[in-house]
């Protein structure tokens, strides 16, 4: 957990200082009928720009806050290396190519993206970000046939987050963990899941939401939100395809 750790302690620094932590998390996966696809892993924290570029402009004007630029560089510094740096730990693996790195610190956007042959090199990817990344073991994260496609509840990223700030109460104190979970309220963990040559008849997730044409799925979770929570909401679901 040290990385997600790490992640949390740079968003937690940009947050206190835009009064937000305000983060999303977009997993999305193109799944062609051959088992062939692409993957994207973003973490989008672009709601934060206006506030930060705010401050920015108030500690040109005040000696008070000169201090707030290079603090808000030093944190996306290190957001990039965490999650951007993902892209270097896939190169090499079988069955996956077209590795790209996603280190936008203008639009606060990190992440990276590959091309999967199948789905076996898919789980062999995330295999190694969970297990590098956030010292996470997965073995197996999705199954596909061309008919029927299921997302295990493994490699849930809104619950390795959740897991961080739990394991980071001891370390900071009950006000400062309360303080971290005030910030991540609004946070979301939506999963985007295409599939262009087939349309999906149904998905077993009740928060699931299907495109006009049936090509493409949505699921969006909110680890904070104490109704999910009460429904024991998951990201595992099981699809039919026609």
Known sequence: ?????????AVF?????????????????????KGNGNYSMTLDMSEMKGMMDMFKGMASDSTENEDAPAMEDNSMAQMGQEISGVASTLKGIQGITNVVEINDTASFKFGYSFDFADIAALNRALKVV????Y???VDEVFKFNGKN??????????AEIKKALSESEDEGGEDSMDMMKMMFADMSYKQIYHFPDREIKKSSNDLTQLSNNNHTLTITLKPFDEEQKNKKASVATEVKLK
């Open 130 to 133: 969970n297990k590098d990344k």
């Open 13 to 33: 620094a940009m947050g206190s200082m835009a009064l937000t932590g305000c983060l999303h998390i977009i997993e999305e996966v193109t799944f062609k009928d």
């Open 135 to 137: 010292d996470s073991k």
């Open 1 to 9: 957990m040290k990385n997600v750790k790490n992640l949390l302690l």
């Open 149 to 158: 496609f299921e997302r295990l509840s493994a490699g849930d990223m809104g």
